[in-house]
């Protein structure tokens, strides 16, 4: 890959992209991963097979959680990706935790989540001034995402967020203070 890099650099006259620092055993790995989760997993009509799938592709997935059938997970950035225990996932939700010309962000959902249907998770705090820590995107324990919402922000512990983008619009107290 070295001499590869070294050709790019001199034919171009520009430094060569970030994937000629790959291994040949990664360059091996990343479309095996992508098949796996995007046409095995994606299309698997058994939640405790596709769960199986996505950890043997390096995801972290807690317990007793399910992952409805044409979810995308960022099988690019699989180690930003933290789902907790308990966690429900409807189908076809999207995860996204880079993007063009964007740092790569982590996404975590906490125990007891639910994402309702084709819900967008996107990973971008770090782009929305003032808008969040830096650290991506967190939903909180036992919070609800509403059906096509789209998540660029925070969603605290047992509230409720629904739209494009996302507002909350209901906290339980009960869910707080547990």
């Keep these: 890959m070295k001499l590869l890099k070294w050709a790019y650099e001199k034919i171009n ?12 055993l990664t360059v091996i790995k990343k ?3 992508k098949w796996i989760t995007n046409s095995v ?10 769960i199986l799938l996505y ?9 007793r959680t399910f992952i409805g059938m044409h979810c995308y997970l960022d099988d690019l950035r699989y180690d930003l990706m933290h789902i907790g225990n308990d966690v429900i996932i409807s189908y076809g939700v999207y995860f996204a935790c ?24 996107i990973s971008k705090n770090a782009d929305i001034p003032g808008g969040g820590t830096g650290e991506g995107v ?15 922000r ?5 509230a409720t967020a629904v739209g ?9 107290e009960s869910v707080i203070k547990e």
């Excluded at 997993?41 to 596709?50: D, G, K, L």
Aim: proline share 10%.
């Design 31 to 33: 479309p095996i991963r």
């Design 164 to 172: 494009i983008p996302c507002r909350i619009i209901e906290k339980t």
């Design 41 to 50: 997993a994606y299309n698997c009509p058994f939640n405790n097979v596709r």
């Design 138 to 152: 967190t939903i909180g324990e036992k919070a609800v995402i509403g059906s096509c919402a789209l998540v660029n």
């Design 55 to 63: 950890r043997l592709c390096g995801f972290d997935i807690g317990k």
């Design 98 to 121: 880079h993007g063009r010309n964007q740092v790569s962000q982590p996404i975590t959902i906490k125990d007891g989540a639910y994402v309702g249907m084709r819900a967008t998770i």
């Design 13 to 24: 006259k520009r430094p060569a992209p970030y994937y000629y620092d790959y291994s040949p």
């Design 154 to 158: 925070d969603v605290p512990p047992g």
